[in-house]
């Protein structure tokens, strides 16, 4: 038997899916192999897919450039400026000066065209910040508003000013991930865009209510207009009510992600009731196209099967979630747990089967 180890939920699961997934070579001693096993999955080429033009009522966005499928990679950067900021003392800002000075360095190693890409980032300026007129001045804001957290030991920053022009939604049809291997971010579809349609991220966790949202956005300088924010008033307040039942079952569902199977006769009716819940949950992520979190959700409702020993069930959300992991960082730990935990259900799934045989024949 395999030794999985659980990972906590933390990690921020990046979702994508099966368009550039590689098949995997599964026990082939199972008796009847789903089709889902055997497809042959290939990789899309990567011509450019995006467009950065004017977005009404945003300044500058990004636009699909052809129909994407869950899964394109839509672009593709390497930081054009990277620093590694001075640690942090507990509690305390990072020193602005030292940033300032690190900044400074990096902007002036650029080409002209590149100091160019990165002064054309909108900028969202604190009170006293406003008529700085030197460019260098005006890194700090840029940075501050652009930049994203990097590296192995996510100890850097770094600034994409093509990807920086993605826009906002909080039910975003992009998401984006640092992989460090190629040292690029790579910000895939996760679901379906049309051409000509903008792409949007998220640049803030999705979990909370519209109002809790917009508090956060508010450090960006702008008020959201997103599907999930224009809502009548109605679909507003269920939106709300999904994204709030969301964050409060991963919370729920923490503490019962092993890998146990109750002994107890109540214990067991209540794996059952978590089972059928856990599938709510997939569902309530789904409905309110939190695409993102998929991969979380779906983990959560293979072990679920598992701790009920529905082996079946549990194979196939298990590979949902390393479907989407795999997409998004195939080296990344809980892409390598949930292919773990599915060649270890696909186990107990085909041990099942073959008993069942046995006894039959
Ligand atoms: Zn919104």
Request: proline share 5%; glycine share 4%.
């Amino acid at each position: 038997m395999l030794s999985v180890t659980l990972l906590s939920l933390s990690w921020a699961v990046l979702a994508s899916s099966s368009k550039c997934i590689l098949p995997i070579s599964y026990s082939s001693q199972i008796y009847e192999v789903p089709a889902w096993l055997s497809l042959n999955y290939s990789c899309t080429g990567s011509a450019q897919l995006w467009e950065a033009r004017p977005s009404p009522g945003k300044g500058m966005g990004v636009f699909a450039t052809r129909a994407l499928e869950p899964g394109d990679i839509i672009l593709e950067e390497p930081p054009i400026i990277k620093i590694i900021p001075p640690d942090f003392r507990d509690g305390a800002a990072y020193p602005l000066s030292s940033i300032d000075m690190l900044l400074n360095s990096a902007f002036d190693a650029l080409s002209e065209e590149k100091q160019a890409e990165v002064m054309s980032l909108h900028a969202h300026l604190t009170p006293g910040e406003e008529n700085k007129e030197s460019a260098n001045r005006m890194l700090i804001p840029i940075f501050r508003s652009n930049a994203y957290i990097v590296g192995k030991t996510n100890t850097e920053l770094g600034l994409f000013p093509k990807g920086a022009r993605i826009n906002h939604s909080c039910r975003p049809n992009s998401s984006q991930v640092w992989i460090d291997k190629i040292g690029k971010r790579v910000v895939r579809a996760v679901r379906h865009i049309e051409e000509g349609e903008e792409v949007f991220a998220t640049y803030i966790p999705l979990l909370r209510d519209h109002k809790a949202r917009q508090q956060r956005l508010d450090q960006y300088g702008f008020k959201c207009t997103c599907s999930a924010c224009t809502h009548d008033r109605a679909t507003q307040a269920a939106s709300d009510r999904r994204r709030d039942d969301i964050r409060k079952a991963f919370a729920d569902f923490e503490p019962q992600l092993t890998l146990t199977v109750p002994q107890s006769i109540a214990g067991r009716k209540r794996a059952e009731k978590n089972a059928a819940a856990s599938e709510d949950l997939a569902r309530l992520v789904e409905e309110e196209g939190l695409a993102d979190y998929y991969a979380q959700a779906y983990r959560i409702v293979a072990l679920s099967y598992a701790r009920i020993e529905k082996w079946e069930a549990a194979t196939r959300w298990a590979h949902k979630s390393y479907e989407l992991n795999l997409a998004a960082d195939e080296d990344a730990p809980n892409t390598l747990e949930m292919r773990a935990l599915t060649e270890h259900f696909i186990q107990n799934w085909n041990t099942d089967l073959y008993n069942k045989s046995n006894q039959h024949g």
